[in-house]
């Protein structure tokens, strides 16, 4: 099983998934950023000028990686990807009542569709909508930052978004990225450091954080390799 952990800011470093502290990337991959997601599979998601670029596992270039496939026309501030290989694409960063998370589905020959376009996103009262995340039991995590704020729904997902099953608050006013690896442990990107908790968040059981230099994390994006789960692309 690979399991890795990816870091998007200005390129993509990669970590192995139990790094800590001011952990060394094993591999970087330069010339392509920008909101990120990873796949059970190992694909990485990029959203791109033209669309959400999907490039394959291992991915690895000093600015000539080239996707496989991309969603053209699809857009991201942040991006997820279920357990179907279904992606999940957040329109908007601001405090909006037109924040919405849009969702294609692949149909087997290497074409995503949009499915659903989930409204309800943003809450009056609230702050800034920072991003999305997806688990291993397909629940979406809506994101707000000042403060940080976690609304967990559970599927199937109504539009507009019904009622969250759980709010949860994050130690950090800047969640700006989220993601989860075999076990359900969910890594919190902020500003410069990068939060992890078990199980889900449950009880706020903090048991790493990742910061320093070496991550690169600067208002940037983080994704979780972990092929345990595999997606069924």
């Not at 199937?156 to 969640?175: G, H, K, M, N, Y």
Request: a negative charge; aromatic letters at 8%.
């Amino acid at each position: 099983m690979t399991s890795e952990l990816y870091i998007s800011a200005e390129n993509i470093n990669v970590y192995a998934l139990g790094a800590s502290g001011n952990a060394a990337p094993v591999r970087t991959i330069t010339g392509v950023a920008g909101p990120i997601a990873i796949d059970g599979n190992g694909n990485l998601y990029v959203n791109g000028d033209d669309g959400i670029n999907i490039y394959g596992p291992n991915a690895n270039g000093d600015g000539n990686a080239l996707p496989h496939r991309t969603i053209v026309g699809a857009q991201g501030a942040s991006l997820a990807v279920d357990n179907f290989a279904n992606v999940y694409a957040l329109n908007a960063t601001i405090a909006d009542a037109g924040a919405a998370v849009a969702v294609y589905r692949p149909d087997g020959a290497g074409a995503y569709h949009l499915i659903q376009t989930i409204s309800g996103v943003w809450n009056p009262g609230d702050g800034n909508v920072a991003g999305i995340a997806v688990d291993y039991l397909n629940q979406l995590y809506v994101f707000q930052n000042l403060p940080g704020i976690i609304r967990v729904y559970a599927p199937p997902l109504s539009s507009p978004l019904q009622s969250p099953i759980a709010t949860i608050s994050v130690p950090t006013d800047f969640p700006n990225s989220m993601d989860f690896d075999y076990a359900n442990n969910a890594y919190v990107g902020g500003d410069t450091d990068i939060l992890v908790f078990e199980p889900a968040l449950a009880g706020y059981n903090q048991i790493a954080t990742i910061q320093g230099n070496s991550t690169g994390l600067v208002h940037g994006f983080v994704s979780v390799r972990s092929e345990e789960h595999t997606s069924e692309l």
